[in-house]
């Protein structure tokens, strides 16, 4: 029997898998979840060994359940091919006695690339399957990866058009240009004079609108979203864990059943979210440690029980975690409260009216497999230029957060067991920081963007990504600004309806 899928706020019951990514978001601005989270059908031991593809079919099946076997071999294999640099997809660098599982080998080196690489194929396939006539347009706020990511895999894709918001001043030199210079007819980038936050909230605006999606059907449109909400985003994630585990084992760096934990430097928490959907599958993962910046909103509600927004928003130098409503929470909101879909639409009312909502002491006591931690950006440069002069190793300014939040982690509670950190970006799509952490502020003062990632391949030893070169020369295509209440008119504007 197939897997269903709900609204986190109960207003949609009954929604298959191909039809929860098809829709993005619920219509009561709920989240889809599964009415279980399934179980991994084959002992661990088994999957070592496997390649990325086949374990990625063996963990994808169990929640696509409306997708046929050949329609989810074919949607991977066309995902995860030579636009990775490497055929492991995503390797695990032992350093210092902990496994970095390095997530940026794709199209534009960020983990982003891992779900979105396969996503346009799931959500045509799925518009297949569910006889969709309209055009689907996928709308997407970014905090800098995603909209790159994103396009990169819908550029060109028939039936499909692609709108990215950016915030205007909050993405990196490198993360500008990669979407400014975005080829494909079907893609449209916007910069937003607001923050991260404001675009997302937009978004969501945007697909709430009745108005809206009834002049888009009226033209043959309808709105998708390549956001991390979707689930076809989740589950392609929970694959990398399993992965990453099934490879430990392989290597015998740990025997069948050990614990391990897991660190990810979080921002819209859906990477961590999906290790999260890994241990509920069977994956012996002991704690989850959830890294933030100084936008450090999940690690007061993991210590206190209490989510506030209200509070300043800090531009950082890990932009891709600049967040203050971590929309994938909700999820875990929802399953601490025993899947009561009445007590999470309520605390979601309470953030969107006051900005804040606290959860039950039993809700607190769900929680207690996640462990938060932040690092303030002088701690974030310090762990850069430590792990480069003691290893050789180096991390991207996302990463850093999360070993320098591991590190404080291991200190704090003695605890020792084996741990995989997400190494969500290449070095080479931050060089500014990632150099002037190592270096100092003369090794970047009045340089340009490339100056510095030449310095920086020459320090490291390791060649300038072909995703950097390609931006090194590369057209600028897109212009198109917008004020945050300017996004509807923007996005008509765009489909000219
Ligand atoms: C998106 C992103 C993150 C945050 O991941 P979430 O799933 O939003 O928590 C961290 N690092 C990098 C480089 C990213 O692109």
């Known amino acids: 029997m197939g897997l269903s899928y709900l609204s986190t706020r109960g207003g949609e019951t009954g929604v298959t898998s191909s039809q929860a990514i ?9 989240l889809f979840m599964p009415t279980e ?6 002992p661990l031991k088994e999957l ?20 046929t076997e050949d329609e989810l071999r074919s949607c991977i294999a066309r995902a995860y091919d030579e636009k990775f640099d490497t055929e492991e997809i995503a390797p695990l660098a032992k350093v210092e006695g902990e496994y970095f599982l390095e997530l940026y080998h794709g199209s534009t080196i960020a983990f982003k690339d891992m779900a979105l690489s396969i996503l346009p194929h799931l959500m045509t396939a799925a518009a297949r399957k569910n006889h969709v006539d309209h055009e689907i347009v996928i709308l997407t706020a970014t905090s800098g990866d995603t909209g790159k990511a994103a396009m990169a895999g819908f550029a060109d894709v028939p039936g499909t058009k692609i709108i990215v918001f950016y915030p205007k001043g909050g993405v990196s030199k490198v993360q500008e240009l990669q979407m400014r210079t975005q080829k494909g007819d079907n893609t449209s980038v916007v910069a937003i004079h607001g923050n991260f936050d404001d675009a997302q909230s937009g978004v969501k605006r945007l697909f709430a609108d009745k108005e809206l999606e009834k002049e888009l059907a009226a033209a043959g449109y309808q709105f998708s979203s390549a956001n991390s909400i979707n689930i076809g985003r989740l589950v392609p994630q929970v694959v990398y864990y399993v992965y990453a585990y099934a490879k430990l084992l392989e290597n015998q760096e740990i025997e069948e059943g050990e614990e391990i934990n897991v660190t990810v430097p979080t921002g819209n928490f859906g990477n961590i ?5 890994a241990k509920a599958m069977g994956l012996p993962i002991k704690t989850l440690i959830c890294a933030s910046n100084e936008n450090k909103v999940l690690y007061d509600f993991f210590a206190t029980g209490t ?11 890990s932009p891709s975690m600049d967040i203050l409503i971590s929309s994938n929470l909700e999820r875990l909101i929802y399953l601490s409260a025993g899947r009561d879909t009445e007590a999470t639409k309520e605390l979601m009312k309470e953030l969107s009216g ?31 230029r430590r792990i480069f002069e003691d290893t050789g190793y180096l991390v991207d300014t996302h990463t850093g957060v999360a070993a320098a939040v591991y590190r404080q982690y291991r200190q704090r509670t003695g605890d020792e067991t084996k741990t995989v950190i997400a190494s969500t970006a290449s070095p080479f799509k931050f060089s500014h920081s990632v150099m002037e952490a190592i ?9 340009d963007e490339f100056e510095v990632v030449d310095a920086l391949s020459s320090l490291s030893g390791i060649p300038v990504p072909k995703a950097v070169e ?22 008509k504007g765009i489909l000219r309806i």
């Open 22 to 30: 098809l829709k993005g978001l619920a219509q009561d601005g709920g």
């Open 37 to 42: 989270i399934p179980k991994l059908d084959v």
């Open 48 to 67: 070592a060994g496997l390649s990325y593809q086949e374990t990625a079919y063996r963990v994808m099946r169990l929640f696509l359940t409306d997708f």
């Open 273 to 277: 979210l999906a290790a999260y959907f």
């Open 307 to 317: 989510y506030d927004r209200n509070r300043e928003f800090v531009l950082t130098s």
């Open 354 to 384: 006051q900005g804040a909502y606290t959860v039950t002491d039993e809700m607190r006591e769900f929680l207690s497999d996640f462990a938060g931690g932040f690092a303030t950006e002088d701690e974030d440069a310090e762990e850069i």
């Open 439 to 447: 270096k100092g502020r003369e090794a970047v003062e009045g340089k």
């Open 470 to 491: 390609e931006i090194r020369t590369a057209p600028i295509r897109h212009n198109m600004e917008c004020g945050v209440h300017e996004m509807k008119d923007t996005v």
